[in-house]
């Protein structure tokens, strides 16, 4: 999916500008239950996401590896490799995308222990649809780097915070 070109205003001696694509955040669900990988696919690429699924934690790992996934969702109770280690193989392969987990599991210790694995966040099952939409939002913005007030046409460049 290319940039959008903008043609020049008539008569302007400056180049047509290249938009950068409308490309939207990619999101890695590693989860078992298919009636949960069915909703979240749907509400998730109805609010825009583009979204894979891995249903054990061996294809999640690779997936994550290979698609490098903007942000990853992942269960504890997983097939072949529970979603701990997942995170934890995931850290150690230098993956650094915001790693949000949604368990059933909900006691104090197994936060804890996902957050020391390398996950970002904790949400207990079940879990209102508003708030994970919410938390991975916010997870998402503090990956972004801080839009920039700089433009650049060709060789010129305009600095809207200093005036320049």
């Known amino acids: 999916m290319g940039g959008q070109r903008r043609p020049p205003a008539s008569g302007?001696?400056?180049?047509?500008?290249?938009?950068?694509?409308?490309?939207?955040?990619?999101?890695?669900?590693?989860?078992?239950?298919?009636?949960?990988?069915?909703?979240?696919?749907?509400?998730?690429?109805?609010?825009?996401?583009?979204?894979?699924?891995?249903?054990?934690?061996?294809?999640?790992?690779?997936?994550?590896t290979e698609w490098k996934p903007d942000l990853v969702l992942l269960d504890v109770m997983l097939p072949a490799m529970n979603g701990y280690e997942v995170c934890r193989e995931l850290r150690r392969r230098g993956l650094t995308m915001p790693i949000i987990i949604l368990s059933a599991k909900g006691s104090e210790p197994d936060k804890v222990m996902g957050l020391d694995m390398g996950a970002d966040d904790f949400v207990t099952k079940p879990f209102g649809l508003a708030e994970l939409l919410a938390r991975i939002k916010a997870q998402l913005r503090r990956q972004r780097p801080p839009a920039s007030a700089t433009l650049r046409f060709g060789d010129v460049e305009v600095d809207f915070t200093a005036g320049e």
């Open 12 to 64: 302007s001696p400056l180049p047509a500008v290249t938009l950068p694509p409308n490309v939207p955040d990619r999101i890695l669900l590693i989860e078992d239950d298919p009636s949960i990988v069915r909703g979240l696919e749907l509400n998730l690429s109805l609010d825009g996401y583009e979204v894979r699924a891995a249903l054990d934690g061996p294809s999640g790992v690779r997936s994550a």
